[in-house]
């Protein structure tokens, strides 16, 4: 039977993502979920379709197409459903395995602590996936920009994300207090607030299985855990041993530890292996500034990955120039890193550039790679001839200031 929703119109071409032995099964005209989003999101979703559609022609000559499926979130949502985050766009989701999604706003008094948040938890993506690259022009505060190329794994269910926290002066957090204290003869202060940080195995092996299958896959020299295990040994620390201990069980014959690297290889990394190595989180901040070109992949607890991906892409261009993407076993729901933006909301001035680029993300995750390839280039050759949204005009000499549509005109024109 097909499925059937109350207000998603499912398209009638265009076949489903399946998953066949253990793998993503592509057609060459995929039903592809989208959120549009809220306040810019109009304008840059709008933009990043067509990109993405002249992409798929020129790259497939027709062969291959995809077929966008609105789905609805946010204030769209809340029109049409009365809540704005509906079960039925989970469902389409689960369904259509990938989808592509633009900046929410999770309303005060919404219900929701984070709609980006709710859909990771809900639809168990515990990956989120940053890959942080410079792109030539694009103006940076440092000397260079072109050293960094890393693909930040961050884990999205765990940590401080978790959400379990409890308020100050609450009879919650009291009864919280008053257990430590008497339990563990601990100090804390009675005005304090309260909050949980769970890492567990389970979370932390799933983030470092898929983190070790993307380097092998992608030809990346490394694998760095980044932690704060000196002083949360049973957290933070426990990420890291863990790790090593993934690495090294369900990856033996693929990898090399740093300790094993110059124990027993002196220093020279076997033909067909990767290091795992590990970085305490504030001085991995330092190393991502100082030997930016040591680090490809990194594999980090939540809070670590949340500041240090904008750390990185604050280097080469900020959060406009920066995809991400939410990825469980098989779902990848790809989206913009950046906020909602509400005061530039359907001017046609934001730059694009993150859901255009978290779009590739998605491309690649299919296979598509071909596609994901002349976007890049579009987007580079672009930036060189200094045609670019105000964001980044404003901070180079000479550049040429154009609107969010047009923008994404020239990057299909200049695609090769």
Request: charged fraction near 25%; aromatic fraction near 8%.
């Amino acid at each position: 039977m097909p499925t059937k929703f109350k207000h998603i119109v499912i398209p009638k071409e265009g076949e489903k993502i399946t998953v066949k032995g253990g793998k993503l099964h592509i057609p060459d005209n995929p039903i592809i979920p989208v959120i549009e989003g809220d306040g810019i999101g109009r304008d840059i979703m709008k933009a990043t379709r067509r990109v993405v559609d002249a992409a798929v022609e020129k790259a497939y000559g027709g062969k291959r197409r995809i077929i966008w499926m609105d789905i609805y979130a946010g204030e769209n949502a809340e029109k049409l459903y009365g809540t704005v985050m509906p079960k039925e766009t989970f469902d389409a989701i689960k369904q259509y395995i990938v989808a592509l999604k633009g900046p929410l706003t999770t309303p005060v008094g919404g219900g929701f602590r984070s709609l980006n948040v709710t859909l990771r938890q809900v639809l168990n993506l515990y990956a989120c996936v940053r890959p942080v690259r410079y792109f030539q022009g694009v103006p940076a505060p440092v000397t260079h920009p072109e050293k960094m190329n890393v693909v930040i794994f961050r884990e999205n269910t765990e940590d401080v994300y978790a959400g379990i926290e409890w308020e100050k002066g609450s009879k919650e957090v009291k009864t919280v207090i008053d257990f430590l204290n008497k339990k563990f003869k601990l100090k804390i202060r009675s005005d304090s607030g309260i909050g949980v940080k769970p890492i567990s195995v389970t979370g932390t092996k799933r983030l470092v299985r898929k983190a070790i299958i993307y380097a092998l896959a992608k030809g990346r020299k490394s694998v760095t855990l980044v932690h704060k295990g000196n002083i949360m040994k049973y957290t933070e620390g426990a990420f890291r041993d863990w790790g090593y201990k993934l690495a090294t069980t369900e990856f033996r014959d693929k990898v090399v530890t740093e300790e094993e690297l110059f124990s027993k290889h002196n220093g020279q990394v076997p033909d067909g292996k990767i290091i795992i190595k590990d970085r305490i989180a504030d001085s991995m901040f330092q190393q991502i500034l100082t030997r930016t070109d040591e680090y490809e992949v990194l594999a980090t607890p939540n809070l670590n990955g949340d500041y240090l991906s904008d750390a990185c892409a604050a280097q080469v261009g900020g959060l406009g120039m920066a995809p991400g993407a939410n990825i469980g076993d098989f779902i990848g729901l790809f989206e913009a890193t950046h906020g909602t933006a509400p005061k530039y909301a359907d001017k046609d001035v934001i730059n694009p550039g993150s859901l255009i680029l978290s779009a590739c993300m998605m491309l690649e995750y299919m296979s598509w790679d071909e596609a994901a390839r002349m976007i890049e280039n579009g987007i580079e050759t672009t930036i060189k001839n200094k045609t670019v949204t105000y964001d980044l005009e404003r901070l180079m000499e000479g550049a040429t200031k154009v609107s969010t549509s047009q923008f994404a005109t020239n990057i299909i024109s200049n695609m090769r």
